[in-house]
């Protein structure tokens, strides 16, 4: 009780210099493998979803802390045949957030890490995954509503398969999503 109420008090001092926001995301993504040697291949495409907290100050900066569900994995074409691979993925996502404008209309630009675990038919059995993200798109805020289209490009750090195999087998994507946040307190 006595972390919750620590808790509590922490997220009331914050909010009184700027905003803070909960909400949600839905996108369309498209996924490959940077293997080296490389290997023909064509994206996977996948739904991603996120649930978030973004608190930003009177300057326009801040951070946001999102969790994500998506689907990673490639598709090797051969002439012959296809073969793909796909596995789910459960991220939680740490971005330093900055504003570019104020007002109704903004351009939220976010990067930070992220560590994830992979679940499902991942190939090798190391499935805790760590990478980079960057993000960016248009906000338009209407009172306590925000309404967002973000891009978010994000690089796995940790390759899949050992270097006796690949030099490099490391997850990339490209994310295009919609958003709404909802603010806990207007300025």
Request: aromatic share 14%.
């Amino acid at each position: 009780m006595k972390a919750l109420s620590t808790i509590c008090l922490f997220l009331f001092g914050i909010s009184a210099y700027g905003q803070m926001a909960i909400g949600g995301s839905i996108g369309a993504g498209a996924h490959r493998v940077y293997f080296d040697p490389s290997v023909n291949q064509t994206l996977q495409t996948s739904l991603d979803l996120r649930l978030g907290f973004q608190y930003v100050n009177e300057r326009n900066s801040g951070v946001s802390l999102e969790i994500a569900q998506t689907r990673l994995g490639w598709v090797l074409d051969d002439e012959d045949s296809t073969f793909s691979v796909e596995w789910p993925q459960t991220e939680l996502r740490f971005y330093s957030h900055f504003n570019i404008g104020k007002g109704v209309h903004r351009m939220p630009i976010q990067l930070g890490p992220f560590v994830g675990y992979a679940t499902g038919d991942y190939p090798t059995n190391d499935r805790l995954r760590f990478g980079l993200s960057l993000g960016t798109g248009y906000a338009l805020q209407a009172e306590q509503n925000i309404f967002q289209i973000m891009v978010h490009f994000r690089q796995e750090l940790v390759p899949i398969f050992p270097v006796d195999d690949y030099l490099y087998s490391l997850p990339l994507s490209a994310t295009v999503s919609v958003g709404y946040y909802r603010l806990l307190r207007l300025e």
